[in-house]
Protein backbone atom coordinates (compact mmCIF):
# COMPACT_ATOMS: atom_id res chain seq x y z
CA UNK A 1 0.00 0.00 0.00
CA UNK A 2 1.15 3.53 -0.60
CA UNK A 3 3.76 5.15 -2.41
CA UNK A 4 4.73 2.30 -5.94
CA UNK A 5 6.07 2.69 -9.08
CA UNK A 6 4.35 3.26 -11.91
CA UNK A 7 5.10 1.18 -15.29
CA UNK A 8 7.73 4.24 -16.51
CA UNK A 9 9.68 3.71 -13.61
CA UNK A 10 8.29 6.84 -11.88
CA UNK A 11 6.87 7.36 -8.28
CA UNK A 12 3.01 6.98 -8.32
CA UNK A 13 1.27 8.22 -5.77
CA UNK A 14 -2.37 7.20 -6.78
CA UNK A 15 -4.20 4.82 -4.85
CA UNK A 16 -7.33 2.27 -6.87
CA UNK A 17 -10.09 2.63 -4.40
CA UNK A 18 -13.01 2.05 -6.21
CA UNK A 19 -15.62 3.92 -7.41
CA UNK A 20 -13.36 6.94 -5.76
CA UNK A 21 -11.40 9.18 -7.74
CA UNK A 22 -8.90 11.12 -6.45
CA UNK A 23 -7.01 9.41 -3.50
CA UNK A 24 -3.15 9.43 -3.28
CA UNK A 25 -0.63 8.49 -0.11
CA UNK A 26 1.44 11.33 0.88
CA UNK A 27 4.31 9.21 1.77
CA UNK A 28 7.36 10.13 -0.46
CA UNK A 29 7.22 13.90 0.02
CA UNK A 30 10.37 15.22 0.88
CA UNK A 31 10.57 17.74 4.05
CA UNK A 32 12.95 20.64 3.89
CA UNK A 33 15.64 18.64 6.61
CA UNK A 34 16.04 15.64 4.36
CA UNK A 35 13.41 13.58 5.63
CA UNK A 36 10.51 11.94 3.52
CA UNK A 37 7.10 11.43 4.48
CA UNK A 38 5.97 8.06 6.06
CA UNK A 39 4.17 5.86 3.28
CA UNK A 40 1.03 5.06 4.18
CA UNK A 41 0.85 7.17 7.27
CA UNK A 42 -1.38 10.41 5.51
CA UNK A 43 -3.40 9.79 2.44
CA UNK A 44 -5.76 12.39 0.73
CA UNK A 45 -9.35 10.92 -0.80
CA UNK A 46 -12.42 12.62 -2.31
CA UNK A 47 -15.95 12.04 -0.70
CA UNK A 48 -15.70 8.04 0.34
CA UNK A 49 -19.15 7.73 -0.38
CA UNK A 50 -18.45 6.66 -3.91
CA UNK A 51 -16.48 3.74 -3.16
CA UNK A 52 -17.76 0.54 -4.17
CA UNK A 53 -17.06 -2.37 -2.13
CA UNK A 54 -14.37 -3.36 -4.25
CA UNK A 55 -13.52 0.40 -2.76
CA UNK A 56 -14.33 -0.76 0.65
CA UNK A 57 -12.53 -3.53 0.99
CA UNK A 58 -9.31 -1.72 -0.67
CA UNK A 59 -9.51 0.42 1.96
CA UNK A 60 -9.84 -2.46 4.64
CA UNK A 61 -6.76 -3.80 3.39
CA UNK A 62 -4.54 -0.37 3.28
CA UNK A 63 -4.16 -0.58 7.28
CA UNK A 64 -6.01 2.64 7.74
CA UNK A 65 -6.79 3.45 11.19
CA UNK A 66 -8.78 6.71 10.95
CA UNK A 67 -10.90 7.75 8.44
CA UNK A 68 -11.21 11.41 8.88
CA UNK A 69 -14.71 13.23 7.43
CA UNK A 70 -14.15 16.84 7.05
CA UNK A 71 -17.67 17.33 6.01
CA UNK A 72 -20.84 18.97 7.53
CA UNK A 73 -23.51 17.24 9.78
CA UNK A 74 -26.41 17.53 7.17
CA UNK A 75 -23.84 16.59 4.24
CA UNK A 76 -23.06 13.24 6.19
CA UNK A 77 -26.65 13.00 6.73
CA UNK A 78 -26.99 13.19 3.14
CA UNK A 79 -24.88 10.66 1.94
CA UNK A 80 -23.05 8.62 4.43
CA UNK A 81 -19.77 6.63 3.75
CA UNK A 82 -19.51 2.97 4.46
CA UNK A 83 -17.13 4.16 7.68
CA UNK A 84 -19.37 7.25 9.07
CA UNK A 85 -20.82 4.97 11.31
CA UNK A 86 -17.78 2.50 11.78
CA UNK A 87 -15.13 2.14 14.35
CA UNK A 88 -12.54 3.96 11.97
CA UNK A 89 -15.13 6.96 10.94
CA UNK A 90 -13.84 10.21 12.98
CA UNK A 91 -15.98 13.59 12.37
CA UNK A 92 -14.62 17.30 12.50
CA UNK A 93 -16.82 19.43 10.29
CA UNK A 94 -14.38 22.79 9.43
CA UNK A 95 -16.99 24.43 7.29
CA UNK A 96 -19.87 26.25 9.47
CA UNK A 97 -22.68 25.68 7.17
CA UNK A 98 -24.57 28.55 8.50
CA UNK A 99 -22.32 31.24 6.68
CA UNK A 100 -24.02 31.85 3.69
CA UNK A 101 -22.08 31.95 0.88
CA UNK A 102 -22.31 35.56 -1.55
CA UNK A 103 -22.36 35.72 -5.25
CA UNK A 104 -19.60 37.57 -5.02
CA UNK A 105 -17.30 34.92 -3.65
CA UNK A 106 -14.37 33.20 -4.90
CA UNK A 107 -13.22 29.57 -3.73
CA UNK A 108 -10.30 31.36 -2.21
CA UNK A 109 -12.58 33.99 0.03
CA UNK A 110 -14.94 30.75 0.62
CA UNK A 111 -12.13 29.14 2.20
CA UNK A 112 -9.58 31.46 3.84
CA UNK A 113 -13.25 32.74 5.69
CA UNK A 114 -13.20 29.05 6.71
CA UNK A 115 -9.64 29.28 7.80
CA UNK A 116 -10.33 32.67 9.94
CA UNK A 117 -13.72 31.55 11.73
CA UNK A 118 -13.09 27.78 12.80
CA UNK A 119 -9.16 27.68 13.63
CA UNK A 120 -10.25 25.75 16.59
CA UNK A 121 -12.01 23.09 13.86
CA UNK A 122 -8.53 22.90 11.68
CA UNK A 123 -6.76 22.38 14.63
CA UNK A 124 -8.69 19.61 16.00
CA UNK A 125 -8.49 18.03 11.94
CA UNK A 126 -5.29 17.84 12.46
CA UNK A 127 -4.52 16.63 16.18
CA UNK A 128 -7.05 14.07 15.06
CA UNK A 129 -4.26 13.03 12.28
CA UNK A 130 -1.35 13.40 14.78
CA UNK A 131 -3.34 11.35 17.78
CA UNK A 132 -4.65 8.59 15.45
CA UNK A 133 -4.02 4.70 16.40
CA UNK A 134 -1.76 3.30 14.48
CA UNK A 135 -1.90 3.12 10.79
CA UNK A 136 -2.71 5.04 7.97
CA UNK A 137 -5.22 8.05 8.36
CA UNK A 138 -7.19 9.18 5.66
CA UNK A 139 -8.56 12.46 5.03
CA UNK A 140 -11.40 13.49 3.00
CA UNK A 141 -14.48 15.40 1.83
CA UNK A 142 -16.87 15.71 -0.01
CA UNK A 143 -14.27 16.54 -3.57
CA UNK A 144 -10.91 15.71 -1.84
CA UNK A 145 -10.31 19.40 -2.97
CA UNK A 146 -10.64 22.35 -0.54
CA UNK A 147 -11.41 21.42 3.06
CA UNK A 148 -8.88 18.32 2.31
CA UNK A 149 -6.39 20.38 0.43
CA UNK A 150 -6.40 22.76 3.36
CA UNK A 151 -6.02 20.28 5.93
CA UNK A 152 -3.57 17.91 4.66
CA UNK A 153 -1.37 21.22 3.55
CA UNK A 154 -1.41 22.18 7.59
CA UNK A 155 -0.13 18.65 8.39
CA UNK A 156 2.32 18.98 5.41
CA UNK A 157 3.55 22.55 6.50
CA UNK A 158 4.19 20.98 10.45
CA UNK A 159 6.05 18.02 8.96
CA UNK A 160 8.31 20.62 7.12
CA UNK A 161 7.31 19.92 3.48
CA UNK A 162 8.57 22.87 1.40
CA UNK A 163 5.72 24.81 0.04
CA UNK A 164 6.30 24.04 -3.58
CA UNK A 165 5.69 20.36 -2.52
CA UNK A 166 2.50 21.51 -1.34
CA UNK A 167 1.12 23.39 -3.90
CA UNK A 168 2.39 20.39 -6.43
CA UNK A 169 0.24 18.15 -4.41
CA UNK A 170 -2.83 20.12 -4.38
CA UNK A 171 -2.39 20.71 -8.10
CA UNK A 172 -2.75 16.96 -8.73
CA UNK A 173 -6.09 16.89 -7.91
CA UNK A 174 -6.81 18.98 -11.25
CA UNK A 175 -5.31 16.46 -12.77
CA UNK A 176 -7.58 13.70 -11.56
CA UNK A 177 -10.91 15.41 -12.38
CA UNK A 178 -10.19 16.95 -15.32
CA UNK A 179 -12.51 14.66 -17.14
CA UNK A 180 -15.69 14.74 -15.08
CA UNK A 181 -14.97 18.71 -15.05
CA UNK A 182 -15.04 18.84 -19.09
CA UNK A 183 -18.10 16.26 -18.85
CA UNK A 184 -19.59 19.13 -16.33
CA UNK A 185 -19.07 21.75 -18.35
CA UNK A 186 -20.25 19.85 -21.62
CA UNK A 187 -23.75 18.90 -20.02
CA UNK A 188 -24.36 22.35 -18.61
CA UNK A 189 -26.28 24.22 -22.17
CA UNK A 190 -26.18 27.74 -20.03
CA UNK A 191 -22.77 29.00 -20.44
CA UNK A 192 -23.44 32.09 -18.60
CA UNK A 193 -22.79 29.29 -15.01
CA UNK A 194 -19.76 27.86 -16.47
CA UNK A 195 -17.35 30.14 -14.78
CA UNK A 196 -19.00 30.24 -11.63
CA UNK A 197 -18.80 26.09 -12.19
CA UNK A 198 -14.89 26.27 -12.92
CA UNK A 199 -14.63 28.99 -9.92
CA UNK A 200 -15.54 26.64 -7.68
CA UNK A 201 -15.04 23.25 -9.24
CA UNK A 202 -11.32 23.45 -10.69
CA UNK A 203 -8.60 23.10 -8.59
CA UNK A 204 -6.23 25.72 -9.25
CA UNK A 205 -2.48 26.15 -7.93
CA UNK A 206 -3.21 30.33 -7.51
CA UNK A 207 -5.82 29.46 -4.93
CA UNK A 208 -3.40 26.90 -2.58
CA UNK A 209 -1.28 29.50 -2.90
CA UNK A 210 -3.03 32.99 -1.66
CA UNK A 211 -4.49 30.42 0.99
CA UNK A 212 -0.84 29.65 2.52
CA UNK A 213 -0.12 33.53 1.58
CA UNK A 214 -3.19 34.61 3.97
CA UNK A 215 -1.74 31.94 6.45
CA UNK A 216 1.32 33.76 6.51
CA UNK A 217 0.27 37.23 6.45
CA UNK A 218 -2.41 37.26 9.23
CA UNK A 219 -1.38 34.27 11.27
CA UNK A 220 2.37 33.86 11.15
CA UNK A 221 2.14 30.77 8.79
CA UNK A 222 0.62 27.64 9.23
CA UNK A 223 2.45 26.33 12.45
CA UNK A 224 1.33 29.54 13.80
CA UNK A 225 -2.35 29.42 12.78
CA UNK A 226 -2.54 25.51 14.23
CA UNK A 227 -1.12 27.21 17.80
CA UNK A 228 -3.83 30.11 17.29
CA UNK A 229 -6.36 27.22 16.59
CA UNK A 230 -5.07 25.39 19.73
CA UNK A 231 -2.47 23.43 19.20
CA UNK A 232 0.37 23.21 21.46
CA UNK A 233 4.02 22.71 21.03
CA UNK A 234 3.98 18.36 22.35
CA UNK A 235 1.08 18.26 19.84
CA UNK A 236 3.28 19.26 16.79
CA UNK A 237 6.06 17.41 17.69
CA UNK A 238 3.49 13.69 17.93
CA UNK A 239 2.76 14.85 14.23
CA UNK A 240 5.88 15.24 13.13
CA UNK A 241 7.01 12.30 14.87
CA UNK A 242 3.88 10.28 12.97
CA UNK A 243 4.30 11.65 9.27
CA UNK A 244 7.81 11.79 8.78
CA UNK A 245 10.03 8.60 7.64
Known amino acids: MGVRRSSG ?6 LHWPDCRNVRDLGGLPTSDGGRIRPGALIRADGLQYLSQAGVDAVRRADVSRVLDLRSPAEIDAAPTPFTDDALGYRVAVQDPAVPRSGMDTIVKVCIDMLDLRPDRFAEAVLAIA ?4 GAVVVHCHGGKDRT ?12 V ?6 ADYFLTRQRFATAMAAQLAAEPDESLHAEMIEFRDTRAESIIAILAHLDTAYGGPEAYLRHGGLTTAHLGVLRSRLVA
Not at 149 to 160: E, F, T
Not at 162 to 167: G, K, L, S, T
Open 9 to 14: GSVSRH
Open 131 to 134: EAPP
Open 149 to 160: GMVVALALSVAG
Open 162 to 167: PVDEII
